[in-house]
T-cell receptor
Framework: DTEVTQTPKHLVMGMTNKKSLKCEQH?????MYWYKQKAKKPPELMFV???????INESVPSRFSPECPNSSLLNLHLHALQPEDSALYLC????????????????FGEGSRLTVL | AQSVTQLGSHVSVSEGALVLLRCNYS??????LFWYVQYPNQGLQLLLK??????LVKGINGFEAEFKKSETSFHLTKPSAHMSDAAEYFC????????????FGDGTTLTVKP
């Protein structure tokens, strides 16, 4: 059983829709991440939150908007997406964020598979 | 900066045979090294990690890896493959100065033949 929970597992949306992906962890981790993964490719880092503050944005288009309401929750708000944004979106957490004392071991959720029509 | 190269995008072994998945890294500072496994339609799961200390590390499901600084390698092995080992395997590196940002290799698809 994964300790990082993502909802929904599947999402189909049109290019004009607004939707959100949600992620929750209860391991006391202070860093949370969004990754995008295309088929047969490695995960690509999108955003990192460290101690509830956005610490890394990998030049992600503004149609993706992250939010970290508290240390256990991470959201990814989606608006005006393109078909090429269809992918598996993975949330992960780690003990600490960039520059912290932890080793960078990531705990992943099972992902939200997004299809944009 | 760091980078990871996984040699061989596809590896096929027979059930019971040795599994060897290759990973080489480059890093300007001592690295932290990881192997993750991904089964179809699932997230990534940590198999094992090297941070400091013993260079031979053991992980879950009978996998192990050896950190060889002189060769900048961190190859993953398992003595006897099982059908359930079929999956995508990713090697990753992070730096002790920026542990929150991991760099992943392109992945290796392991196929196990009966």
């Amino acid at each position: 059983d994964t300790e990082v929970t993502q909802t929904p597992k599947h999402l189909v949306m049109g290019m004009t829709n607004k939707k959100s992906l949600k992620c929750e962890q209860h391991m006391g981790h202070r860093a949370m991440y969004w990754y995008k993964q295309k088929a047969k490719k490695p995960p690509e880092l999108m955003f990192v939150y460290s101690y509830e503050k956005l610490s890394i944005n990998e030049s992600v288009p503004s149609r993706f908007s992250p939010e970290c309401p508290n240390s256990s929750l991470l959201n990814l708000h989606l608006h005006a997406l393109q078909p090429e944004d269809s992918a598996l979106y993975l949330c992960a957490s780690s003990q600490s964020g960039a520059g912290g004392p932890a080793t960078g071991e990531l705990f992943f959720g099972e992902g939200s598979r997004l299809t944009v029509l | 900066a760091q980078s990871v190269t996984q040699l061989g995008s596809h590896v096929s072994v027979s059930e019971g045979a040795l599994v060897l998945l290759r990973c080489n890294y480059s890093s300007s500072v001592p690295p932290y090294l990881f192997w993750y496994v991904q089964y179809p339609n699932q997230g990534l799961q940590l198999l094992l990690k090297y941070t400091t200390g013993a260079t031979l590390v053991k992980g879950i499901n009978g996998f192990e890896a050896e950190f060889k600084k002189s060769e900048t390698s961190f190859h993953l092995t398992k003595p006897s493959a099982h059908m359930s080992d079929a999956a995508e395997y990713f090697c990753a590196v992070s730096l002790n100065t920026n542990a929150g940002k991991s760099t992943f290799g392109d992945g290796t698809t392991l196929t196990v033949k009966p």
